[in-house]
Nanobody, 123 residues
Framework: QVQLVESGGGLVQAGGSLRLSCAAS????????MAWFRQAPGKEREFVAAISWSGAGTRYADSVKGRFTISRDNAKNTVYLQMNSLKPEDTAVYYC????????????????WGQGTQVTVSS
């Protein structure tokens, strides 16, 4: 069992930066692929980024590639999402997720979810 708690969301102007954190409980954190998804009002939840258990492998949605960076610190049971050059279309609730051994983009491949943190980018 893994419990996830996101933090770091907020209101930022377009072009600005935010760093999201996701703190995990449980001794098996380092064995999970971790991912970030987001959901804007009226839209489906979409994949943002994923990172392998070791941190050696990452995957990004095309919409955030080159602007967002996912990383993890297994000693701290934490995964991060550094978001730069933010755009109004990045506005959404961002969710952290933990899953199996592959860098899946489908949300149903992930077993554990946080409660989400709101990111709002003003123009």
């Amino acid at each position: 069992q893994v419990q996830l708690v996101e933090s770091g969301g907020g209101l930022v102007q377009a072009g600005g930066s935010l760093r999201l954190s996701c703190a995990a409980s449980g001794r098996t954190f380092s064995t999970y692929t971790m991912a970030w998804f987001r959901q804007a009002p009226g839209k489906e939840r979409e994949f943002v980024a994923a990172i392998s258990w070791s941190g050696a492998g990452t995957r990004y949605a095309d919409s955030v590639k080159g602007r967002f960076t996912i990383s993890r610190d297994n000693a701290k049971n934490t995964v991060y999402l550094q978001m730069n050059s933010l755009k109004p279309e990045d506005t959404a609730v961002y969710y952290c997720a933990a899953g199996g051994s592959y860098l899946y983009t489908q949300s149903n491949r992930y077993d554990y979810w946080g409660q989400g943190t709101q990111v709002t980018v003003s123009s």
